[in-house]
């Protein structure tokens, strides 16, 4: 059967490891037909505008996405074109898996971590009264009358929305993936001996959704300051997180780090009935066009990918044939050396060849 997905090469370094990603995974021997569609620089250098309506309509129709990074632009009114994707379609699960490759030089082995990240309110909601402006003055006037706090008046001010519909769906998520995955844990990150009103939503609702799934899976709960600390020491205690947006943010930056950096962190972006696979990392703008960062984040992506679209052999193929060539540590990215200036690191598209040429003998 051949699968029509929706290709977002992004920007930065997103035109190399998609391509490299999308090349893997025809390797595979998976039938796709590839429908491109710009967003970000590219499109707005083509378009006018960063994300032109054609690729989330493209997004709608297909159902599926492959998406590389995407830069954000500073000092213009739009915050993120990654962040407005996610909300357009209401993808509202994050996942993020961080697992242990042999051959990544990092301080702990077999580590097996999901963060699974809540992707639509939050500091996310992109509601923000900037300093001086009338409105944040009527604001803080009106938060004096309500809560006799003050705030500053050269303040600029960012609103946090935490629903308890929003919360119970991701938190429900979280415990059927770790149903699904076999998995026996699920932590609730939050910080709500602070933020009661948010963050103790969030917790009052994992508590109770908790409940239905007593005797199938633990259910365990963490601030989330003490929770970077914890997995740094100790990340064999934890199985699937579930946080609210901008901690999910941040954890799974640090998880990411945990199993040795960006490069291999995988990502997807959830719907009901609509998914955008990315990496973790951003558009490195540094790197642009020098055929140097690791493709494996984007193609790791493609294997959580392959697996939504139900072909799972596809899929652990793939998975296999990454897992060897890094094991292997000759044709990897400079990122993967133990000397990262080592001279024989490989550029992006000559790592996806070795993962193609691995697939090949599998
Ligand atoms: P970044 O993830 O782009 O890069 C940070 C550093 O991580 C790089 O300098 C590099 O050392 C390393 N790195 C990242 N990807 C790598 C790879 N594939 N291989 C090897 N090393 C890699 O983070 P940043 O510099 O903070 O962000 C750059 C831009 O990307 C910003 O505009 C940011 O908003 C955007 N961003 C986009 C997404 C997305 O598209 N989903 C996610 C995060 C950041």
Not at 95 to 104: D, E, H, M, N, T
Not at 122 to 132: N, P, S
Not at 226 to 255: A, E, F
Request: with cysteine; aromatic share 6%; charged share 25%.
């Amino acid at each position: 059967m051949e699968h029509k997905i929706t290709l977002i090469p992004g920007d930065g370094i997103g035109q190399e490891v998609s391509l490299a990603a999308a090349r893997c995974i025809e390797a595979t021997g998976v039938s796709i037909k590839w429908e491109n569609v710009l967003a970000g620089s590219d499109a707005l250098e083509k378009t006018g505008e960063l994300l032109p309506q054609s690729a989330l309509d493209s997004i709608r129709k297909n159902k599926v996405a492959l998406k590389g990074p995407i830069t954000t632009p500073i000092g213009t009114g739009f915050r993120s074109v990654n962040v407005a994707i996610r909300q357009a379609l209401d993808l509202y699960a994050c996942v993020r898996p961080a697992k242990s490759y042999l051959g990544v030089r990092s301080a702990f082995k077999n580590i097996d971590l999901v963060i699974i990240r809540e992707n639509s309110e939050d500091l996310y909601a992109g509601i923000e009264y900037e300093e001086g402006k009338p409105e944040t003055k009527n604001l803080i006037t009106q938060i004096k009358k309500d809560t006799k706090k003050s705030i500053r008046v050269d303040s600029g001010i960012s609103i946090k929305p935490i629903s308890k519909f929003a919360s119970e769906r991701i938190i429900r998520f979280a415990f059927e993936y770790a149903l699904k995955n076999k998995r026996k844990k699920v932590t609730c990150v939050h910080k709500a001996n602070i933020m009661k009103f948010t963050d103790g939503l969030f917790l009052n609702v994992a508590r109770q959704v908790a409940k239905d799934y007593n005797g199938k899976i633990i259910f365990d709960e963490a601030i989330v300051d003490n929770m970077t600390m914890q997995l740094v020491q100790k990340p064999h205690n934890y199985d699937v997180l579930v946080l609210p947006n901008l901690y999910g943010d941040i954890i799974s930056d640090l998880c990411a780090g945990l199993v040795g950096g960006l490069g291999i962190a995988p990502g997807a972006n959830l719907g009901t009935d609509m998914a955008v696979f990315e990496a973790v990392h951003g558009s490195a703008p540094k790197y642009k066009g020098q055929n140097k960062v690791n493709p494996t984040a984007m193609i790791l992506s493609g294997v959580l990918m392959l697996r939504y679209i139900h072909e799972n052999k596809a899929a652990e193929a793939l998975e296999e044939a990454v897992k060897e060539v890094i094991a292997e540590g000759k044709s990897v990215t400079y990122d993967l050396k133990a000397d990262p200036l080592d001279p024989t690191a490989v550029g992006t598209s000559e790592m996806a060849n070795a993962i193609i040429g691995k697939l090949k003998t599998l």
